[in-house]
């Protein structure tokens, strides 16, 4: 997969602006210049949502009421055009001029794996990021999981409207039996995927870190308050009625679960300084380009935003050295670096004199 043009109108600060990449660029300007916002252009095309903010709205620029991103592209040896429009509220998919009517039908089309700041919180204690980045990178390569994900939270919704309320009993059965149905195979998926994550990071463990160390990843279960068990959600719900009437909300289930990772046996989020974990978190993400190129025989496109700022010189030539055999990479860096010599150059401080 590969960026050629990037076209971004009433996007953050930008009113209009083409960009061309190439297999290697460089974006390059001081803090609030508009870095972030091409990597993240690029990104939201692809996953249809921004990796900083969950509230559309304040991608638009100030004083428009929509924006427009289209991104010029080749996958599969074969050239394409994607266009997003976000305005009310709405995003309008488009692919090759062709209206994409959900954007579930296009998610997968384009792919890329954003490398920031952020991924030191896989290192974290609170569960919701590594939650997340699981049915991400599932839902990119199985359109079933992300069905099933999307089906699932939205009737844990209207599931939780009725235990606040304390509704109708029967809809609540009704509501209970249908989560239970789409828990099955978001359980499998994911117990899938920990057995194959865990081989991948010891191999990468090594290689990033320059050090040994044994790596295990173990499914943490709500419903079983641990390990794993092939016990029906459902009737987790039956025996635990009162218990979740009182808390006004489901109790159990795949939206609660985590993911335990451990290095010699010691939890990720009591790993030592806050360069290790940002460390930790950019290995996660290589492990999750790897495995999508295996599932899909293609590389995602690689964005990196000011993923090395904690880490130190040395560190940060040596993970450069691991993306170089990557087929694209866009990164962002406040001034060019000096190793990188065959990366074309987007100067935004040059742009604006």
Do not use: C
């Not at 709205?57 to 266009?83: A, T, Y």
């Not at 997968?108 to 896989?122: A, E, H, Q």
């Not at 204690?125 to 699981?134: C, G, I, P, S």
């Not at 030592?272 to 999508?292: P, Q, V």
């Amino acid at each position: 997969m590969h960026v050629k043009n990037l076209s971004i109108v009433n996007f953050r600060n930008f009113s209009s602006k083409l960009y061309t990449f190439e297999d290697r660029t460089m974006i390059t300007g001081v803090n609030g210049s508009g870095k972030t916002s091409i990597i993240e252009a690029i990104y939201y095309l692809t996953n249809f949502k921004s990796f900083r903010t969950s509230n559309d709205k304040k991608l638009i620029k100030i004083g428009e009421d929509s924006f427009i991103i289209n991104l010029e592209g080749e996958r599969g040896g074969e050239d394409f055009v994607l266009g997003i429009m976000y305005k009310d509220t709405k995003k309008l998919l488009s692919i090759n001029g062709n209206r994409v009517s959900k954007l579930i039908n296009g998610f997968g089309f384009f792919v890329s794996v954003i490398f920031s700041t952020y991924d030191k919180l896989l290192s974290d204690r609170v569960a919701l990021y590594r939650r997340k980045f699981v049915d991400r990178l599932i839902s990119t390569i199985d359109n079933e999981y992300f069905e099933n994900l999307i089906q699932y939270h939205s009737i844990l919704k209207r599931r939780n409207f009725i235990l606040k309320e304390e509704g109708d009993k029967r809809l609540l059965e009704t509501y209970s039996v249908q989560l239970s149905e789409r828990s099955l195979y978001l359980y499998e998926r994911r117990l899938e995927f920990i057995t194959y994550f865990e081989d991948v990071l010891n191999q990468l463990y090594e290689k990033v870190f320059e050090r040994k160390g044994l790596v295990k990843v173990k499914y943490f279960s709500s419903k079983d308050g641990g390990d794993f068990k092939d016990i029906p959600l459902l009737e987790k719900f039956k025996t635990n009625f009162s218990f979740e009437k009182q808390k006004k909300r489901t109790m159990f289930g795949p939206h609660l679960d985590d993911i335990l990772i451990t290095v010699e046996s010691i939890p990720v989020s009591d790993f030592g300084s806050e360069g290790e974990k940002t460390l930790l978190g950019i290995t996660l993400k290589i492990a999750e380009l790897n495995l999508i190129y295996e599932n899909i025989g293609e590389y995602p496109v690689v964005l990196i935003d000011d993923a090395f700022s904690e880490l130190d010189r040395i560190k940060t030539n040596k993970l450069l050295e691991i993306f170089e055999s990557y087929p694209q990479v866009i990164i962002t860096f406040p001034k060019k670096w000096e190793n990188l010599e065959n990366y074309k150059i987007i100067d935004l401080d040059r742009e604006k004199r």
